[in-house]
T-cell receptor
Framework: DAKTTQPPSMDCAEGRAANLPCNHSTISGNEYVYWYRQIHSQGPQYIIHGLKNNETNEMASLIITEDRKSSTLILPHATLRDTAVYYCIAPNFGNEKLTFGTGTRLTIIP | EPEVTQTPSHQVTQMGQEVILRCVPISNHLYFYWYRQILGQKVEFLVSFYNNEISEKSEIFDDQFSVERPDGSNFTLKIRSTKLEDSAMYFC?????????????FGSGTRLTVV
């Protein structure tokens, strides 16, 4: 998997947009960027993924830079329930596994 | 929304005992996984399973571990002789047939405590 780098922690005020950055400068052309989150000790939850175009779904938006060396996950209106650890993963196409790093611990502040 | 179901949610066992953790993946998924997370540590890959056989396993998945899909719905992880260091959350996951799709669905986990 391509190495990803995320800040260890971030705070965001409730109702604001939470912007979580990820660097993946060694990503190769066919490797997607995936975002998962883990709320407390629950199982990881898939959020969104993308290759080179920006993506949006009901949970979040994903902005990938043109050179694909970094991306930003955006939670447009953060709620207290978005407090979680967020993982940015770029799995090697053909690998069976996801490799989780330490992620970013996002705390939503009331 | 389809879910991956894991049972039990919490299992306490004595060291040296065998445990079986159970999972019901999403019905039309073809790839199945077990991960674990020791308290305060990263989520770690254990094993992947496809077409009724192990497709990849980690160094953690030694001879004490085995997986099985005994029928069309269940997917189990067996630990033959548990050790204290096996205490962890164990997560089952599944994903659709599209090999390039890493949008896994994880279960809510089984907390295994070895005493």
């Amino acid at each position: 998997d391509a190495k990803t780098t995320q800040p260890p922690s971030m705070d965001c005020a409730e109702g604001r947009a939470a912007n979580l950055p990820c660097n993946h400068s060694t990503i190769s052309g066919n490797e997607y960027v995936y975002w998962y989150r883990q709320i407390h000790s629950q199982g990881p939850q898939y959020i969104i993924h993308g290759l080179k175009n920006n993506e949006t779904n009901e949970m979040a938006s994903l902005i990938i830079t043109e050179d694909r060396k970094s991306s930003t996950l955006i939670l447009p209106h953060a709620t207290l329930r978005d407090t979680a650890v967020y993982y940015c993963i770029a799995p090697n196409f053909g690998n069976e596994k996801l490799t989780f790093g330490t992620g970013t611990r996002l705390t939503i502040i009331p | 929304e389809p879910e991956v179901t894991q049972t039990p949610s919490h299992q306490v066992t004595q060291m040296g005992q065998e445990v079986i953790l159970r999972c019901v993946p999403i019905s039309n998924h073809l790839y199945f996984y077990w991960y674990r997370q020791i308290l305060g540590q990263k989520v770690e890959f254990l094993v992947s399973f496809y077409n009724n056989e192990i497709s990849e396993k980690s160094e953690i998945f030694d001879d004490q571990f085995s997986v099985e899909r005994p029928d069309g719905s269940n997917f189990t992880l067996k630990i033959r002789s548990t050790k204290l260091e096996d205490s962890a959350m164990y997560f089952c996951a599944s994903r659709p047939r599209d090999r390039g799709n890493y949008g896994y669905t994880f279960g809510s986990g089984t907390r295994l405590t070895v005493v």
